[in-house]
């Protein structure tokens, strides 16, 4: 029997599998899915106070749907051999999807690395949460003032004094202009301190000292700079992009055998961009990667990919939230609107669970149109 083998558990392995169980139909087709986890781990929302509510068990997902769950991991990919080895066990494939996702870069020989913390995992974001659970009062520093560290930064805030450290001279650099007035007067209504053009170059047991010899109290410092593709990718390409990413064609395809969906592909959004290291693009990917693969066993047309609109959501806490349409992300909602379109999104990255058909028809709905985003007709990763 012919046998898809994804690698990977997150949004884009997940639908990986779905797309490729839609494309088998009653054919006579195995799919396997490689992952460690029981849990599809929601990354955009483990900033959120309560990080274990931000999980779905694979087996509702991956059951209903007639897909093996291998808990594993991979560490080797023979894509001569068709061969993928996981926790020692040999596993051949006739198609392979690599969707192993991507991970926070811990910085390299900082002083008192060790006790840095993270929501980059599910196990980080536990850690960070315990850590601070019973303090009132506490004072963290949150090293990146991007995405993550945006949101983090402004969920920390409800219950604690936080400053925010950036090696950038502006907030929310690789955001652009766009949303930066409303980002700096949400972080100013919060409360927020910002250290710009400096970073963490020390953390000890309640402190941490800045690049500019200021030495600061911390009861946390939080890290959320940098990501990059998982390591996997160097056994399928050695043209990586500068986030270690595979590039692939409009298909979605690295090598004859070997399609590529998620934070490890470098597929094209248009003539200009290449796809975000995000949910809103990982879902998409994993759908139309998962269908082809199968698809290509069996002898069916193959799908192009192509991007929805992009648009950015970006929660700030007690200051509600700023959603974005475009790549120069133009402000359409903010504050407690913004809030309402975020909360929304978040309940819509969550999958179907238990029913096959509707797993199936969310992977056959590559992108969703979502009416309550304001004076904006956009559509998200379903």
């Not at 980080?124 to 949150?142: F, I, K, M, Q």
């Not at 650099?173 to 919060?190: C, N, T």
Request: a negative charge; one cysteine or more; hydrophobic letters at 45%.
């Amino acid at each position: 029997m012919a046998h898809v083998v994804v690698v990977g558990g997150g949004f884009a392995g997940v639908w990986s599998a779905a797309g490729a169980a839609l494309a088998r139909g009653d054919a006579d087709l195995r799919i396997t899915l490689i992952a460690p986890n029981e849990h599809l781990v929601l990354r955009p929302r483990l900033y959120e106070p309560e990080p274990d509510l931000a999980k779905v068990e694979l087996s509702r997902i991956l059951g209903p749907i007639g897909v093996e769950h291998l808990r594993a991991t991979v560490s080797t990919i023979d894509t001569g051999c068709r061969v993928v080895v996981a926790d020692g066990a040999e596993i051949g494939y006739d198609r392979l999807v690599l969707a192993a996702g991507s991970k926070l870069v811990r910085p390299q020989g900082l002083p008192g690395a060790a006790r840095l913390f993270d929501i980059d995992t599910l196990d980080g974001a536990r850690r960070l949460t315990d850590h601070l659970r019973d303090r009132e009062g506490y004072s963290a520093v949150v090293v990146g003032a991007g995405f993550v560290g945006l949101e983090a930064a402004t969920a920390l805030a409800a219950r604690g004094r936080v400053l925010l450290v950036d090696r950038s001279d502006v907030v929310g650099h690789q955001l652009g202009p766009g949303p930066r007035d409303e980002i700096e007067a949400a972080l100013d209504e919060l409360g927020i301190e910002r250290r710009l053009g400096t970073t963490v170059i020390e953390v000890g047991d309640g402190y941490a000292v800045l690049s500019d010899g200021t030495r600061v109290d911390a009861d946390a410092v939080v890290w959320s700079v940098g990501m990059r593709a998982s390591e996997l990718t160097r056994q399928v390409s050695d043209r990586l992009d500068h986030l270690g990413r595979v590039p692939v064609d409009r298909r979605l395809r690295a090598l004859p055998e070997v399609f590529v969906a998620g934070d490890t592909a470098a597929a094209a959004y248009d003539a200009e961009h290449t796809v975000m290291q995000s949910c809103q693009h990982a879902s998409p990917l994993g759908k139309v990667a998962g269908y082809n693969a199968a698809a290509d066993l069996l002898g069916l047309p193959l799908r192009e990919f192509t991007a929805g609109p992009y648009v950015t959501c970006l929660d700030l806490g007690g200051a509600g939230a700023i959603f974005t349409r475009g790549w120069d992300r133009r402000v359409m909602a903010s504050g407690a609107e913004g809030a309402v379109v975020k909360k929304k999104i978040n309940q819509a990255i969550h999958p179907p669970v238990d029913d096959a058909a509707k797993i199936l028809a969310a992977a056959d709905r590559v992108y969703i149109e979502l009416p309550f985003f304001p004076r904006a007709e956009e559509g998200v990763a379903a």
